[in-house]
């Protein structure tokens, strides 16, 4: 199972929001590219890139900070939501050296845009499932809809989607402990592989997730649970990178 740090930008800064909350930001830091190095330096092995203005306006606004940390790290998996709402983003992003775009309002509101996009993009493409109370939201998570986010899940099960990243949108940047319930639910739904995110403290949620992750899941093979996006908790210093990614790797 990996450890991911997210890395969310608004305005340029990385910062955290409380349950997808605009108005409600931390600033980490301006510098992008200097977080980036911070998680490499910590042993990350993927990064989870959030352009939250890109979110909210339905293209990306923060495009030039994703393509400078991809640029640092031409070797580093990186994966990309917020704003992935063409094709044209999508070539544009994979050009400058990003690995994933995340599709997640289009999934909801154009479900033929994900088959579109991993057609013409085959192995690039994750669905980004953020649900309240198990409802799929959009739009920056300003919106909830009336799709149930397991149901959505199987719909996707023949597009060749990568992965779904699965976000618990009450727990996100919370620090109340991720939802494993609801996690394990999603990885159950489908054959498509889960990467867990929204509410990870600190190493007891690690332990949680890797108790009922399958043995053996790897980005290429099996469903399951096979990566954990952890945001606040690494900036506070509630969870080490590190020591985590260790855990995970015995």
């Known amino acids: 199972m990996l450890i991911i740090p997210a890395i969310d930008l608004k305005d340029g800064q990385c910062v955290r929001l409380k349950q997808g909350v605009m108005e409600d930001s931390t600033v980490f ?13 910590a042993g990350a092995r993927r990064l989870h890139l959030v352009d939250l203005n890109g979110a909210f306006d339905g293209v990306p ?8 940390i991809a640029a640092a790290y031409p070797d580093l998996p990186i994966q990309i939501g917020g704003g992935i709402r063409s094709l044209k983003t999508i070539e544009t992003y994979l050009l400058a050296g990003v690995n994933y775009l995340i599709i997640g309002t289009q999934a909801v509101k154009q479900p033929e845009f994900v088959s579109e996009a ?5 192995g690039h493409i994750i669905v980004g499932l953020d649900a309240k109370a198990g409802l799929v939201a959009t739009d920056g998570w300003a919106e909830v809809s009336t799709v149930q986010a397991t149901d959505l899940a199987k719909q996707f099960e023949q597009a060749g989607v990568s992965a779904i990243v699965y976000t ?7 620090m109340q402990g991720v939802n494993v319930e609801a996690t394990v639910a999603m990885a159950e739904a489908s054959s498509i592989p889960v990467i867990a995110s929204g509410g990870i403290t600190n190493m007891q949620d690690i332990v949680a997730l ?9 980005l290429d093979a099996g469903a399951g649970i096979i990566g ?7 900036y506070e210093g509630t969870l080490d990178v590190a020591e985590a990614q260790n855990y995970c790797d015995q």
């Open 61 to 68: 606004v923060n495009d030039a900070a994703v393509k400078a």
């Open 210 to 218: 890797r108790a009922v992750a399958r043995p053996g899941d790897d």
């Open 168 to 174: 618990d949108i009450s727990r996100d940047g919370m």
């Open 228 to 234: 954990a996006i952890t945001g606040r908790a690494i």
């Open 29 to 41: 830091s301006d510098d992008p590219v200097a977080m980036a190095e911070r998680w490499v330096a």
């Open 118 to 122: 991993c057609k013409a993009f085959p």
